[in-house]
């Protein structure tokens, strides 16, 4: 079958550390992946996608690239930032309508 | 321009009552979902449908109606609410591969 597991958080983090989450997954054939972001009173939003392997994904310092080999997608960004507090989403995507999230991790960063 | 939208952003009801949250989308895409997010921020996938079709009827009480006037507008009605029932709804449209999401809607059962 299909699904998603990454990290639990919460995870705090002082401003301008390095940040890692990790994202494995399970799927038969070639989904694409996702990381969705929800910031505080918002819906998802599409931080970065990436459709096949070997694939990096990146949008506002953060990047994520599609490791077939070891079936995961980590979200990663150098230096972050207070605004970049929010709930991160990982996805999986298939050709057809269903679509697989992850459980979410909640990132805090104190200034 | 709103791509998805939803109304209303909350909606605050007494238990056994019947409530309706509409979504639109001006994106031109086909297929539109409702997920269900509790408060520990878990999304649970509940209807999908394509082209006003239902495609994707997950384990949802029948209590919960999803209607599909035109490919542009999926609605969620809601009988006999339950305190179990609040949580965020939250609307996406679907292109080839990328979900977009409405603002939710944050349903609080009293």
């Known amino acids: 079958g299909n699904s998603v597991t990454q990290m639990e958080g919460p995870v705090t983090l002082s401003e301008e550390a390095f940040l890692t989450i990790n994202c494995t997954y399970t799927a038969t054939g070639y989904p694409s992946l996702f990381w969705y972001v929800q910031y505080p009173g918002e819906g998802l939003q599409l931080l970065l996608k990436?459709?096949?392997?070997?694939d990096k994904g990146s949008n506002k310092g953060f990047e994520a690239t599609y490791r077939k080999e070891t079936t995961s997608f980590h979200l990663e960004k150098g230096s972050v930032q207070v605004s970049d507090s929010a709930v991160y989403f990982c996805?999986?995507?298939?050709?057809?309508?269903?679509?697989?999230f992850g459980t979410g991790t909640s990132l805090t960063v104190i200034p | 321009d709103t791509a998805v939208s939803q109304t209303p952003k909350y909606l605050v009801t007494q238990m056994g009552n019947d409530k309706s949250i509409k979504c639109e989308q001006n994106l031109g895409h086909d297929t539109m979902y409702w997920y269900k997010q509790d408060s520990k921020k878990f999304l649970k996938i509940m209807f999908s449908y394509n082209n006003k079709e239902l495609i994707i009827n997950e384990t949802v009480p029948n209590r919960f109606s999803p209607k599909s006037p035109d490919k542009a507008h999926l609605n969620l009605h809601i009988n006999s609410l339950e305190l179990g029932d609040s949580a965020v709804y939250f609307c996406?449209?679907?292109?080839?591969?990328?979900?977009?999401f409405g603002p939710g809607t944050r349903l609080t059962v009293l």
């Open positions: 990436a459709t096949k392997a070997d």
């Open positions: 996805a999986l995507g298939r050709t057809g309508n269903q679509f697989y």
């Open positions: 996406a449209s679907r292109d080839t591969d990328t979900q977009y």
